[in-house]
T-cell receptor, first 106, second 116 residues
Framework: SQQGEEDPQALSIQEGENATMNCSYK?????LQWYRQNSGRGLVHLIL?????REKHSGRLRVTLDTSKKSSSLLITASRAADTASYFC??????FGAGTRLTVKP | DAGVIQSPRHEVTEMGQEVTLRCKPI?????LFWYRQTMMRGLELLIY????????DSGMPEDRFSAKMPNASFSTLKIQPSEPRDSAVYFC??????????????FGPGTRLTVL
């Protein structure tokens, strides 16, 4: 399985701070995706990064991919209380890890 | 497009009863996924279809679970007989897949199943 595993399991920060979460996987991939899940809702796609890309931006989100280390990171800058959610990564087989639970305190 | 549609949104049933969950994917998508989410086990991929054909059902817990996709616009996940440990939120997602990789998945709102 290429299942991504997120780290840390939980992260608590103050509004305005940056949040960084990581994803590790086991085998080579074509692409890696990050998703957000608000409590009780379905996952929402945030960003997709392909194996030949090293960094990608979308608004306050920055994703990096290091295929040599089989890892990716998601950075949320200037966090807001509305960013409170669980964040998941998925690789080609569309299996998700346990996620990172982010809490942003106002 | 209305997005991925799931029904029912909530289902409460008694152990031993048959449960059928339904999903309508986004028009034009060629891949459909069924997931189950619980606190204990997280988000599990149960089965996925590509062009209405089941590609990987290794996540289906046991023979009590079955899934069908009779056409591009409809899929069902059936549990017969249901057990209390099947209580979970079941999500359906669809996407466009090309050349061996999947693109952005769109998730439905989920069906919250409670088996008493």
């Amino acid at each position: 399985s290429q299942q991504g595993e997120e780290d840390p399991q939980a992260l608590s920060i103050q509004e305005g701070e940056n949040a960084t979460m990581n994803c590790s996987y086991k085998t080579s991939i074509n692409n890696l995706q990050w998703y957000r899940q608000n409590s009780g809702r379905g996952l929402v796609h945030l960003i997709l990064i392909r194996s030949n890309e090293r960094e990608k931006h979308s608004g306050r989100l920055r994703v990096t991919l290091d295929t040599s280390k089989k890892s990716s990171s998601l950075l949320i800058t200037a966090s807001r209380a509305a960013d409170t959610a669980s964040y998941f990564c998925a690789t080609d087989d569309m299996r998700f890890g346990a996620g990172t639970r982010l809490t942003v305190k106002p | 497009d209305a997005g991925v549609i799931q029904s029912p949104r909530h289902e409460v049933t008694e152990m031993g009863q048959e449960v059928t969950l339904r999903c309508k994917p986004i028009s034009g998508h060629n891949s459909l996924f069924w997931y189950r989410q619980t606190m204990m086990r997280g988000l599990e991929l149960l089965i996925y279809f590509n062009n209405n054909v089941p590609i990987d059902d290794s996540g289906m817990p046991e023979d009590r679970f079955s899934a069908k996709m009779p056409n591009a616009s409809f899929s069902t996940l059936k549990i017969q007989p249901s057990e209390p440990r099947d209580s979970a939120v079941y999500f359906c997602a669809s996407s466009w897949a090309g050349q061996g990789s999947y693109n952005e998945q769109f998730f439905g709102p989920g069906t919250r199943l409670t088996v008493l």
